[in-house]
Every structure is written in C-alpha cells, then in structure tokens.
C-alpha cells in the first residue's frame, strides 16, 4: 500500500477510535478492522460526487453492518461531505450529524438507515433491482445513462440474519450482477467467536444462491481487496460475494480479534496503546494528516469531474431523445398527473358488490397508465392480492424491462427491497401479502417509515372474514399494530370509491409509507362514499335530526353493517351518524375545525366498530367513547360465520348502541 493511502485508513481507524473514545459509546472494532477494506472500495472504484451527493448515477454504498458507523462518517468526512469534523466529536450526541447509526436524509452522503442487521443488505438489492429496471428503460446506444454499482458492506451478523438469505436468494435468481457485498468476515460477533453459533460454509450457501464468491484472505492488503472488487464488477450475470477475512479492532494489542472490540470504547490506555502499536501521534485527538485531506481533495476533484461528463451526457440525451428525458424527470419528479384524479375509470365500477382487493387491483391497472413506473408484486400471492400490472411483464434476469417482481415468499426481503426501491429513487414501489404476514416484514416497514420513504404495502384478507383458513390466517392485532408505527398512514377503504381515494393519497404521499388494508370478501358500493374520504375520516350518512345523539365510526367492511344499524337504529326514534374512518392518520391530520365538524366533542357517545383489536380506538371516540372490536384470536369457519361469533354484527353493535343511548 502506498504510504498515503495506509495513512488515510490509519485516519479512518483512528477518527473511530477516538470518537467511540470521546462519547464513551460505540463500536471501534468494525471500522478498524475494515478500514482498509472499504478505503480500497471509496479511493479505487466507487464512483460518487460529494459535491453532489444525490447524483442519480453514483454507485450506492450501503453500511449494512450499521453499528460499525463510524466507519462511514470518517469517510464521509474525508471526502468533503460537509460532515466536519467538529460533528464526529459529536458522535452520538443530541442533534448531530452522527448518531449512534447512520442514518438517511439525516448525514448528507448516508443512502439509507441501517443497525438492524439485514435490513441493508436487502435494501441494497432493492437498488440493484432499481439500478437494472432504469437502465433497460432509459439507456440507449450511445447513451448510456444509467450505469452504476451497489455495494453493500456487511458483518456475520448480516450473514446470519434471515432476510439476508432471503434477498440473497432473490438477488442470484435475478442475476443481479452489479451487485457487490463486502463481507467483512471477521468470525466475531457480540458474545464470541462465530464458532459458537454460526460455522456453515457461507461461501457455499451464497454460490448455491446463484452468487459468484471470491475470497480475500487478508483484509490488510489492499491490492488483494482491489482484485477482488475488479473481479466482482466484470461479471455482470451474477452479484458477488467478497469474504474478506479481517481482524476486528485491528491495531489494538489486547483487544485485536476479541469480542471487546465490537461495542466499547477501547479505554484510555489501550487507545495509547493501539496508536503507538501503529505508529500514529498521540496527541491531538481526531487527528488528520494534512496531506491525506490533500489527497482526497484530489481524488474529489476527479470525481466531479467524472459527474459533470455525465452532466454532458445527459444533455446530449435529451438533444437526441428529448420524449426519454421528459419521462427521465417524470419518473424521477414523483409527481403525480394532474388527470389522474379525473380519471373515471378509477371512480366507477358499476353497482355489483365486490371485494376491495379486486377493486383495487383493477385501479392499480389505471394508475399503471398514468404512473409507469410504478414497479412491485406479491409474496407469491398475485392470484389472491390482485396486483399484478397486467399490461406489464415480469421483471427477471434476462427481462429487466419488466415491472412485475416475483418476491417469492419472502416477505422480509420484500420489505427491505422495496426500500431499496424508493431509496435508489426513478421507481414507485409496492408489495402485497395477505395482512397477517404483515408480521414477517414488520422491521423493514418500521425503517421505511422511520425514513419517510413512498413505499405502498397492499394488505389483503384483512379480517377474521377470511374465514376457513383460521386463526393463523386472520388478521386481529396487526391493524393496531400498524397504527402503532408513526408516520406510516394506514388505510382501510370501505368500497370501490374509498379505495380509489386511499390509492389516490398513496401516490400523492411523498414522505412516508402507506398501507392499503383490503377485503377478500365482496362488500356493496355504499351511497355517501366518494372523494371527501381523501380527508380520512368523513360523514357518510348524516343524522335526520338536527343533532345526533350517537355516532357510529367504522371503517372497511364494517361500514355497510354500520349503515344497516343507523336504520334501525332511526326507527326506533334515534338520531344517528355514520362516519366512515378510512384512515385515522390521515383523519388526525386534518385542521382541528374539521375533526370537530366530523366528531363533535358534545356527542358523547361515539362508538368504533372493526373487526379487529380495539386497541388505540380511543384516539377517535374520546374518553367516553366505547368500540367494538375482536380481542382473542380468530377460529376456522365460514368468514361470514367467524364474523358473526365473534361479535361483529349489525345486532350486536344496534344493541351496543341502545346501551349507550339509554345511559
Ligand atoms: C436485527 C439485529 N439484531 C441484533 C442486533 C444487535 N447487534 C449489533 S451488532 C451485533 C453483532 C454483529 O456482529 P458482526 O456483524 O460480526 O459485527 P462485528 O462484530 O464485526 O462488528 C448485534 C447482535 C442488531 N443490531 N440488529
């Protein structure tokens, strides 16, 4: 190694030393042990622009093994991200750049939020997938717009996690060769050696998945690791797995290879030591040699260079294809057609009664037209979920203008992927399962939400209505439990207009993800419903009186049996209002004067109605309210009988009503 570059991955090494040091919180072992490593990756291949860090063509890197973040910031500081250095002494700290992981939109240069082991990994073959999709739409001879690497940086612990074999095994299915992982083998995790838990031949599992794996057994040696990755990048007909055998806290006399360097400060006197053992100053801390900000200069100066060649070309591509350029900043605007809304097709479906899964699926036909790029599929359950683009065909290694992505049961991966989708930008993803295995993907809808990325999940089956399948088939927490994630708005359309409106809200939503929650079962178009459900939560049958006496709130399936109750109801002389909750985050979002139109706080008796957990219903009904709802787990029997014994009924909810009235 030249002696600049070993100075600059002693610079890498001991910016996260001292910075674990000084917030004596962190992990010091990966970024030592790795330094080397991924400065190979940064100063010999990755092609980036700090200057322009959200350049669409830069290769992703993506830190899987989140916890070793020092790692990224020490990096992203010396290429000129603007991350100062002031900010990695504040690693860890109230309102800095750095937290304790990375984190996207929030380190100029991070691409998406990782520490959840896996959940990179996958994202990146999200970007991989994004990457091939884009390129097979837009790349023309000549003009070759879209051309870039993932690489993704993972630990044992990502090797271990199951969405990483999940999205492995997509990504070798898919041939997604431009797709590197560094995996940073260092055979240590937290409680020990991998030997204690972990001693299967990875290399072979991921040959087995389609990869081609190339091992490096000296993560030191830069020009092994250089080989490597030139190898990794010629085969473009498989991803690559580089196990690069590494030492974790490199350096470090007494904790070097032992799992006391994974999360800890290395304490005082072994940072004395350890920098001596490597021949770097003591003093001061946070140190960078002067020349190695020179020589990364450079290397930044060349890299806006390489972007702005790639600005020419994009010039001349619209010279020669402006009708590709316009699309190329349609699809990558994420706005929506102004005549989407108008379309009629997504408004009218005639009278016969339908399941909102089946509506949906045929709206999601218009909306392809409007919004080509919209990219997804199903966890292997297109025939029941109904989203497949019919006009589209599957996306598959030697197809890569395809829109319609075969998950496979993978659901985990699923929800990684999808990130990886909207992170890598040009795409509007979506992914169906039936709602109860919306538990199998929960930590990767957790960090789209955390990230605010415009990720649709369509939930099918979405009651104890299923039916015969049983309890493990019927859906009772997960409603609840979706709610419970901020920033995701969930929405449970009650019939054809409704699902055209929440489908309506989910392509204008930008900053968040959104759940669409269907029916299997048919459900009648009701009279009332229509576009005042883009506010959330609306009135969709007024009292006859002057004032109600009670209010009946429901959402999805329940409101055509809340609509039955409000008659008779009203024959026996109560004044009664149906409002129908698409969606309560979108209903809480709106100006207080509106909720109070909708749900005055002088109607005491407000009672919920859903098939499912009662659980956070106060928020809409107010202290005394009352919901009906399900709370033991469902049973296999005819939906319309599960339903029925488990108390979700017009009679029950009449009675329950006439007991709040008569109070
Ligand atoms: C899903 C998940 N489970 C557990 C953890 C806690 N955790 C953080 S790092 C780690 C061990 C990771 O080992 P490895 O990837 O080998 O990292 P290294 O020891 O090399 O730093 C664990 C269990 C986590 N971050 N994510």
Redesign the pocket.
């Known amino acids: 190694m030249k002696n600049i570059d070993q100075l600059a991955v002693n610079t890498i090494r001991f910016l996260a030393v001292d910075a674990v040091e000084k917030a004596n919180s962190g992990?010091p072992?990966?970024p030592m042990?790795g330094a080397a490593m991924a400065y190979t990756l940064w100063s010999r291949f990755l092609k980036h622009c700090p200057d322009c860090p959200d350049w669409k063509d830069r290769d992703r890197f993506v830190l899987s093994?989140?916890?070793?973040s020092m790692l990224i910031y020490a990096l992203l500081h010396l290429y000129g991200y603007g991350l100062s250095l002031e900010e990695l002494k504040d690693f860890r700290q109230w309102g800095s750049r750095t937290p304790g992981h990375p984190e996207y939109k929030h380190t100029p240069g991070v691409e998406t939020t990782t520490?959840?082991?896996?959940q990179g990994f996958a994202n990146a073959v999200g970007m991989a997938i994004a990457e091939k999709r884009l390129a097979a739409e837009f790349n023309r001879p000549g003009f070759v717009l879209v051309d870039h690497y993932t690489y993704v940086y993972?630990?044992?612990?990502?090797m271990m996690?199951g969405i990483t074999s999940e999205a492995a095994s997509l990504a070798g299915h898919l041939g997604l060769g431009k797709l590197i992982c560094l995996y940073?083998d260092?055979q240590?995790?937290?409680d020990g050696g991998t030997e204690i838990a972990f001693t299967e031949d990875v290399g072979k599992r991921f040959e087995a998945y389609g990869w081609q794996v190339i091992k490096v057994s000296e993560g030191n040696d830069p020009k092994a690791v250089e080989k490597a990755i030139a190898e990794g990048r010629q085969n473009l007909v498989q991803p690559s797995l580089i196990m690069v055998r590494t030492s974790?806290g490199y350096g470090s006399p007494n904790k070097q290879g032992s799992?006391d360097a994974?999360?800890a400060p290395l304490g005082a006197e072994e940072v004395l030591l350890t920098k001596h053992n490597l021949g770097w100053p003591t003093e001061p801390e946070f140190y960078v040699p002067e020349e190695v900000y020179a020589h990364l200069a450079d290397q930044r100066k060349q890299l806006k260079a390489r972007k702005e060649e790639w600005d020419e070309l994009l010039d001349a591509y619209g010279r020669e294809h402006p009708e590709l350029l316009k699309r190329w900043h349609e699809w990558h605007s994420g706005e929506v057609p102004s005549d989407l809304e108008g379309d009629v097709r997504i408004w009218d479906f005639g009278e016969k009664a339908a399941a909102t899964r089946s509506l949906s699926g045929e709206i999601m036909q218009v909306l392809f037209d409007h919004l080509p790029n919209m990219i997804g599929g199903s966890a292997d359950l297109n025939a029941s979920t109904k989203t497949r683009l019919k006009r589209s065909s599957d996306f598959q290694k030697d197809n890569p203008e395809g829109s319609n992505i075969h998950f496979g049961v993978r659901e985990h991966a699923m929800g990684g992927i999808l990130s990886g989708l909207a992170l890598h930008g040009g795409l509007r993803p979506f992914g169906s399962t039936f709602l109860v295995f919306f538990d199998y993907m929960k930590?990767a809808v957790r960090l789209a939400a955390m990230m605010g990325l415009p990720v649709t999940y369509v939930y099918t089956h979405d009651s104890v209505a299923v039916g015969e399948d049983g309890p493990t088939h019927q859906p009772i927490e997960q409603l609840a439990n979706l709610r419970s994630i901020p920033n995701l708005h969930v929405l449970r359309p009650a019939d054809g207009r409704e699902t055209a409106a929440a489908w309506l809200h989910i392509v204008g939503r930008r900053c968040g993800p959104s759940a669409l929650i269907l029916s299997r079962q048919n459900l009648p178009h009701l009279p009332g419903t229509g576009r005042e459900a883009l506010r959330g939560g609306y009135i969709v049958s007024s009292e006859k009186e002057a004032n109600p006496t009670l209010i009946i709130i429901a959402s999805g399936s329940e409101l055509s049996l809340a609509l039955e109750a409000q008659d008779k109801l009203e024959q026996m002389g109560h004044s009664v209002r149906i409002v129908s909750m698409l969606s309560r985050e979108l209903f809480l979002a709106q100006d207080k004067a509106y909720q109070e139109a909708v749900l005055p706080a002088a109607v005491k008796n407000k009672l919920l109605f859903e098939a499912a957990l009662p659980m956070g219903g106060e928020a809409i009904t107010g202290p005394y309210g009352a919901v009906i709802g399900i709370e033991r787990f469902g049973a296999s029997a005819p939906g319309k009988v599960a339903l029925k014994k488990m108390g979700i009924s017009t009679d029950v909810l009449v009675d329950k009503a006439l007991e709040m009235l008569e109070k």
């Open positions: 992990h072992g990966l042990g093994a989140g916890h070793g520490g959840p082991l896996g993972s630990g044992d612990g990502c996690e940073d260092n240590i995790t937290i974790i799992s994974h999360g930590p």
